[in-house]
T-cell receptor, first 111, second 112 residues
Framework: ETGVTQTPRHLVMGMTNKKSLKCEQHLGHNAMYWYKQSAKKPLELMFVYSLEERVENNSVPSRFSPECPNSSHLFLHLHTLQPEDSALYLC??????????FGNGTRLTVT | AQSVTQLDSQVPVFEEAPVELRCNYSSSVSVYLFWYVQYPNQGLQLLLKYLSGSTLVKGINGFEAEFNKSQTSFHLRKPSVHISDTAEYFCAVTNTGNQFYFGTGTSLTVIP
């Protein structure tokens, strides 16, 4: 149990589908993150929600849409994805100036 | 902007031998430094962190790392590795509190 729970663990979707990834933490953290992990590349920060403000990586395509309804829950809404979006999507949470705590990730395959 | 360089993408080492995984960072301001480990089909788990104080930090599973400000390095070491240490290791840096930058990772393979 990592303290950060991600669902589903695996997801296969077509390019015309709409799906959502879910992340939940009960560690009392005040920041939540989405990272994309692709083989042989650094982890790519996609979005940060910190103290209810959102910071985003401007290179993330608009087909990825985050939602953070409260400090414990984070979603990543997906629509009209491309095959190159196939990757491991990691959620993390933290307190300010403290280490990240990661979930086990969602392995996404876009067909 | 900050960046993290992990010089070795793959490190094979025999069981019970010592290992060092290298990490260099670029930053003009004070930073916090971390090492994470990732086992197959799992997320990243914190091994150790440097926030301030002693430059030699000890983490879980017998790992330690030394912060060297003049060389902008934060190399990870273990005096005797086990088969169970086979995993991917990531170095990370932050100075703003919620913008973390990761290296590309080093795959450690422990050979029986």
């Amino acid at each position: 149990e990592t303290g950060v729970t991600q669902t589903p663990r695996h997801l296969v979707m077509g390019m015309t589908n709409k799906k959502s990834l879910k992340c939940e933490q009960h560690l009392g953290h005040n920041a939540m993150y989405w990272y994309k992990q692709s083989a042989k590349k650094p982890l790519e920060l996609m979005f940060v929600y910190s103290l209810e403000e959102r910071v985003e990586n401007n290179s993330v395509p608009s087909r990825f849409s985050p939602e953070c309804p409260n400090s414990s829950h984070l979603f990543l809404h997906l629509h009209t994805l491309q095959p190159e979006d196939s990757a491991l999507y990691l959620c993390a949470s933290s307190l300010l100036n403290s280490p990240l705590h990661f979930g086990n990730g969602t392995r996404l395959t876009v067909t | 902007a900050q960046s993290v360089t992990q010089l070795d993408s793959q490190v094979p080492v025999f069981e019970e031998a010592p290992v060092e995984l290298r990490c260099n960072y670029s930053s003009s301001v004070s930073v916090y430094l971390f090492w994470y480990v990732q086992y197959p089909n799992q997320g990243l788990q914190l091994l150790l962190k440097y926030l301030s104080g002693s430059t030699l930090v000890k983490g879980i599973n017998g790992f330690e790392a030394e912060f060297n400000k003049s060389q902008t390095s934060f190399h990870l070491r273990k005096p005797s590795v086990h088969i169970s240490d086979t995993a991917e290791y990531f170095c990370a840096v932050t100075n703003t509190g919620n913008q973390f930058y990761f290296g590309t990772g080093t795959s450690l393979t422990v050979i029986p």
